[in-house]
């Protein structure tokens, strides 16, 4: 993959670039136009940016029917997609509570990271 550019134009960008280089063997790099977060081999989240604001793209699982009712009352913020992969797009001013966010990149880094890797983030 190659080097990832170096730096975001939203700091909710870099927030989330932070919450994901976190977790256990995580990598960086890109995929298209967006960053790319990849553990073991796998790509656990996909991140651009746009003029209007952000795009976060998750493999998540038990979150799926939260993202679902926020995407009756926000369809173009929030979409469920086939296998459980989700779009969060929004302005870089008005993203979702950095706890959500964070909570959503672990259950996909733990949903695609290998077991190992994912058991690492259980013994910090």
């Given at each position: 993959m190659a080097?990832?550019?170096?730096?975001f134009s939203y700091p909710i960008s870099d927030s989330i670039r932070e919450m994901a280089m976190a977790l256990p063997d995580t990598?960086?790099?890109?995929s298209c136009v967006n960053r790319a977060f990849k553990a073991g081999g796998k790509n656990f989240a996909f991140l651009g940016e746009k003029p209007e604001g952000c795009g976060l793209r998750l493999k998540?699982?038990?979150s799926v029917p939260e993202i679902e009712k926020?995407?009756?009352?926000?369809?173009?913020?929030?979409?469920?997609?086939?296998?459980?992969?989700?779009?969060?797009?929004?302005?870089?001013?008005?993203?979702?509570d950095?706890?959500?966010?964070?909570?959503?990149?672990v259950e996909s880094f733990?949903?695609?990271?290998p077991k190992k890797t994912s058991a690492k983030l259980e013994n910090r």
């Open positions: 080097n990832a550019p170096e730096k990598t960086e790099g890109t998540l699982s038990d926020r995407s009756e009352r926000q369809p173009d913020r929030y979409e469920v997609g086939k296998g459980g992969w989700v779009m969060l797009r929004f302005p870089a001013d008005a993203a979702p950095n706890a959500d966010l964070e909570s959503w990149i733990c949903l695609l990271a």
